[in-house]
Structure formats: C-alpha cells, structure tokens
C-alpha cells in the first residue's frame, strides 16, 4: 500500500470518528465511560438486603431457632441473612448492638444494623429489636403479624423508638 492510499484510509476513517463524535454531541447523548469494577458490582450491603427480601412474608416467633427459615424473630433473621456473607453475629438484638462499629444515623447504608428499644420488653434505652438498613429510610426486619417486613424507620414506632446502629459489613 502506498504512502497516498495509507494517507486517504487514515484520513476517512479519522474524518468518520469526528462526524460520529459530532453527531453524539450534538444528540445530546452524553458518551460513555468505562467504569471501575468496584462502582458497578453491588455492594455487599444491598447484597445482604437483597438476600433478605426473599424472606418476606416468613412468620415471627419469638426464640426461633437460627438454622430454619420456617420462622425467624429478628436477632435470628439478621443472624440467618448475615451468615451468608460471611459475617457471624450473635444471637440476641443486644449482644449484635455491640458487634462492629458505631454509626450514625445520618450516615447509615445499606446493610447496616439498626436497633430499637421497642416492644413489651422496652424502657427505652434497652436494645428490644434488631433491623438491617435498606437504604432510602427503608428497613427490613421480622416481628408479630408481618412477619418479615419492610418499615420506614423513618415514621411512627421505628422512628419513635429508634436507639442506634451498627456496621458489620
């Protein structure tokens, strides 16, 4: 191939880059960037709140045992849903609140444990219950009628009886 023929190849295939790239600005398309691995793979904690949605709906017990998904209470659904990932908790709502590191609420993600003084057993500074934080001022968590359930933590008796949260993950 001689120099001429290199020259015009090189000059249409340069001249049809800038008429596409043209024609994707002014589309208004904004163009694409390759992403990291990290920025698109899930996190852990939606990982988690994900893995716990396919137990909506599964009854409460009080006490139910940590090896069935028949029933859970909620130490024993957060205990169930966090095994998967890896992570052991302890079996009760109060021994979990001690487990990883404060968070605030203002800066709580998904996947992160949320504890409530909430129920017959609560005087308002003691750890009663045990959810997992959704993201969005969404939690999801097991007790009485719903069974596993999601809540905003956000309003009435979540928000009310609200004590403090954890990260685990």
Same mark, same amino acid.
């Given at each position: 191939?001689?120099?001429?023929?290199?020259?015009?190849?090189?000059?249409?295939?340069?001249?049809?880059?800038?008429?596409? *790239?043209?024609?994707?600005?002014?589309?208004?398309?904004?163009?694409?960037? #390759? %992403?990291?691995?990290?920025?698109? @793979? /899930? =996190? !852990?904690?939606?990982?988690?709140?994900?893995?716990?949605?396919?137990?909506?709906?599964?009854?409460?017990?009080?006490?139910?045992?940590?090896?069935?998904?028949?029933?859970?209470?909620?130490?024993?659904?957060?205990?169930?849903? *966090?095994?998967?990932?890896?992570?052991?908790?302890?079996?009760?709502?109060? #021994? %979990?609140?001690?487990?990883?590191? @404060? /968070? =605030? !609420?203002?800066?709580?993600?998904?996947?992160?444990?949320?504890?409530?003084?909430?129920?017959?057993?609560?005087?308002?500074?003691?750890?009663?219950?045990?959810?997992?934080?959704?993201?969005?001022?969404?939690?999801?968590?097991?007790?009485?009628?719903?069974?596993?359930?999601?809540?905003?933590?956000?309003?009435?008796?979540?928000?009310?009886?609200?004590?403090?949260?954890?990260?685990?993950?």
């Amino acid at each position: 191939m001689n120099k001429h023929t290199l020259f015009q190849k090189v000059l249409t295939v340069g001249l049809a880059s800038a008429i596409g *790239f043209s024609t994707l600005l002014a589309s208004g398309a904004e163009p694409v960037q #390759a %992403q990291s691995a990290t920025s698109t @793979a /899930v =996190s !852990k904690g939606t990982q988690v709140v994900n893995y716990g949605k396919n137990f909506l709906g599964r009854p409460y017990k009080f006490g139910a045992s940590t090896s069935t998904t028949r029933v859970f209470d909620c130490s024993s659904f957060t205990k169930y849903v *966090f095994k998967k990932y890896g992570v052991t908790l302890p079996r009760t709502s109060a #021994a %979990q609140a001690k487990a990883g590191y @404060a /968070v =605030s !609420k203002s800066n709580l993600k998904a996947g992160d444990l949320v504890f409530f003084s909430s129920g017959s057993r609560a005087n308002g500074r003691n750890v009663t219950h045990v959810a997992i934080y959704m993201g969005s001022g969404k939690i999801i968590h097991t007790y009485g009628k719903p069974g596993v359930t999601i809540s905003n933590l956000n309003s009435g008796t979540w928000k009310r009886t609200y004590l403090k949260a954890r990260r685990v993950l």
